[in-house]
């Protein structure tokens, strides 16, 4: 062999070594995303088959503008040995869990309300002891963790949590959503992992969505939960419509204005959201609402008032129209693959085509990376449109969800006077690192407007709706194909009108009032303002005044009388939460202990909240047999797939969202250079 041909051996094994090093790298980078598996082990590390059977089933309340809701969950241990179990599930992110009750048999034990990490301590305490006890934390507003210690062998224990939540109000309907899966959410590798958001899923291309799949083809490794509801609706009013979007109802006209909803097949597959409309009768459209009460503890006595205003439509009507900057972000990572992603592709066509000549327009596309249609905004010109229709087309999902990298490409803090300019951000939302991101958009948010698109059928609607807020925009949530048009028609009306800015709350003596949430997000053609008051000493009316397009816009509004209760004061507590949380690091707000007031604020109202927890002991004697059969592993119930998801099995090693697509090409690539290198040396070994 002369020395040049060693020489190029040489070359190609050092090359291949170096490949070799990448693939390890980045094998070490992706090891954060492989582990976290919902996988059952005993202390030994054995993996062991599930012990736990869960049952769910919701009774609601509504009355007025609030549903109550008594969440039920049953844990059956199937196991010959006494095990923990552990449950990841999602409330609506505007509830106010305010209530927790452990059965085991004929005994009920009612919870209490703790700081967070004293909860835990006595939690762990009981666990260890033997004694049966049942924490419920917050992981975010609309997911929580259920924790039951030492379910004996064959024994059953249940609880029931109980929460409340503001009806939404939108287009003369009215509407609630109950979230029935966790969908798996990414998350980025600046943020610490957290098993409990991952729900057990990988992302494969080619696995049929789950409605499409029947009960005998079912694959054998996923969970199926089911949940049955019952729901009392008292409208006060006659409806014209009631329907359920995704599942099929039966109603029963009780009295006038009085409902009974349950589920036609009476329970359903807990693998997509609940959602619930109905609407008055022409002639009944709703177009303000006030509801009091007092709040009475201790010898305090404070009044509380819930206020839900329509403005008329001519509010926001202007003959003058400014030319617009519509920027279209489309979320393209692996969640969104399948349904959701053809949802999104409809959308954007309709938004397309409703784009004015005076128009400029860009589409972004985002996963793990961030690319553009164009490098800026272009003219809404026949030319630009088929481009960019064509750009729609060829969209394809795969990757992560980078989503802070696409705020940081749409969102530069401009100040803009001479034009309007639109974001349109359509995502399902699966991200586990919200906060960061909220704190981003009302730092670079400028003079842009944010609108929000939830896609598919359990998006993260905290995270979308808490976007909106901050970014002065609206929400819409998009759920299935048949509801494109309607929901993109809306959306794209508001996008045309001015919004009411400024909004604020005084008494009948112009002083400030202690409302929430604050500040009051900009109101858009067809929704309502819906804000929860602590009402001032003697107060009699609330002045609703904010700038609309024809000058100051201004709603008196009168008291009603008050009556005692403690639903509306917990409304306004969550609302309160809600808003220091979100804007706990802006620069107002960065010198107060946001988590000392909202400790406070939770354990005064006795609702759940980042910084407490509900915690439940069986204070009885623990017999011998309960010792023997103290619990030695937790068992974590695993949630469904999402309707429509093509996600694979926790037993399938598949490229996870983040892409670890690379590790393989760096593979491919050395073993192509490491064969040609040994086909080289073979033919001068030769010569």
Known sequence: MT?????????????SLFLLTLILTQSANASDFEQPRLELNDLNGKKVNSAILLSSHANMKISGLINQVDVIQTFKNEHYEGVNARYVFPLPDESAV???????????????????????KIYKQAQKQGKKASLITQKRANVFVSQIANISPGEQITIKISYQQVLSYKNNEFFLR???????RYQAKTMQFDSDLTSGWLFQENLKPIADITSDNLLNNEPINKIS?????????????????YHQIDVENQDIGKYKITLAAHKTLANRDFILRWQ?????????????????????????ALVMLMPPASEFQSQKKLPRELIFVVDTSGSMHGRSMEQAKQALFLALADLRPEDSFNIVEFNSNVSALSEHAIPATDFNLRHAKKYVYNLDADGGTEIAKAFKRVLQGETQTNYL??????????IGNEQQVFEQINNTLGTNRLFTVGIGSAPNTHFMRRAADIGRGSFTFIGSNTEIRHKMQLLLKQLKNPALKGLRLEDDSAQTMDFWPRPIPDLYFSEPLMVAVKL?????????????????????????KMKEGDSISRVWARQKIKSLLLYKNSHEKRDQNTQQQVLDLALKHHILSPYTAFIAIDSG??????????????????????????MASKNITLPQTDGQSRIKILFGLMVILLFGAYFKYQVHEKK
């Open 178 to 184: 109950f979230p029935l899966v966790v969908a798996p």
């Open 280 to 304: 008055p009768e022409q002639g009944n459209e709703i177009q303000a609402a006030i509801f009091t009460e007092q709040f009475k503890k201790g010898d305090n006595i404070d009044k509380y």
């Open 3 to 15: 020395l040049a041909k060693a020489l190029s051996f040489t070359i190609l094994c050092k090359t």
């Open 621 to 646: 004697p623990i017999s011998e047999k309960e010792i023997a059969n103290k619990a030695k592993e937790t068992y974590k119930v695993e949630g469904m797939r999402p309707a429509g998801w093509t």
């Open 98 to 120: 305010y209530k927790l009750e452990m059965k085991i048999g004929e005994r009920t034990i009612l919870g209490e309300i703790k700081e967070k990490q004293t909860a835990k």
């Open 536 to 560: 001032n000493q003697d107060q009699k009316e609330i002045n609703v005044i904010g700038q609309s397009v024809n000058g100051e816009f201004k709603v008196k509004l009168t008291t009603t």
């Open 229 to 245: 509801l019952n729901i009392a609706l008292d409208a006060g009013f006659v409806l014209a419509d009631i329907k359920s979007p």
């Open 421 to 430: 300019r639109q974001v349109i951000f359509m995502t399902d939302g699966s």
